[in-house]
């Protein structure tokens, strides 16, 4: 007798491990006012293969009154234990990895917008050292056209490249 209730205790602890956790999501499907309160009719619809499960209702309003369940379902439907937690549900593994791989395009598409601000603050710096060049040579020729008007010399051409480089 002894060895039967090991060998049953056995099963159904690996029927127990081998349930799956399945998070549901529930819809408001009737509501009647009361004087004094209201009765909400939540639905849940859900295809799960047959065996035992674990099924999670995380969107069950604050405040809750869990005396107040009651569960009705299709043929087969076996209900067990009902829990109520007052803590937040475990994050679903999907939306974990969904999240992560939004979260990484996020960053690729920030560090893509950080270069493409370098590369624009690079370009303005090149735009402002050439008009540096452009204010230069026209200070430059306005001052020399001066000088030669009151026969002065002008000056070589390799002055003038050696003056416009220092720019």
């Known amino acids: 007798m002894r060895a039967l209730l090991m060998t049953t205790a056995i099963v159904m602890l690996a029927q127990a491990a081998?349930?799956?956790?399945?998070?549901l999501s529930s819809e408001v499907?009737?509501?009647t006012a009361y004087p004094d309160g209201a009765k909400?009719?939540?639905?849940?619809?859900?295809?799960?293969p047959a065996g035992q499960h674990r099924l999670l209702i995380g969107d069950v309003p604050a405040g809750f009154n869990a005396e107040s369940l009651r569960i009705s379902g299709g043929n087969g439907l076996v209900v067990g234990a009902?829990?109520?937690?007052?803590?937040?549900?475990?994050?679903?593994?999907r939306e974990v990895v969904e999240r992560e791989a939004i979260q990484d395009d996020i960053d690729a598409l920030r560090d893509r917008i950080r270069g493409?601000?370098?590369?624009k603050a690079a370009q303005?710096?090149?735009i402002d050292a050439a008009k540096a060049r452009i204010e230069f040579l026209e200070t430059l020729g306005g001052?020399?056209?001066k000088?030669?008007?009151l026969g002065g010399d002008a000056p070589t051409v390799d002055t003038l490249l050696k003056m416009v480089e220092l720019v």
Do not use: G
């Open 147 to 149: 000088d030669v008007a």
């Open 82 to 93: 009902i829990s109520m937690r007052d803590d937040r549900l475990p994050p679903d593994e």
């Open 18 to 23: 081998a349930a799956e956790t399945f998070t």
């Open 124 to 126: 303005e710096l090149v």
């Open 29 to 31: 499907d009737r509501v």
């Open 116 to 119: 493409r601000i370098n590369d």
């Open 143 to 145: 001052q020399q056209a």
């Open 40 to 48: 909400v009719t939540r639905a849940v619809d859900f295809d799960v």
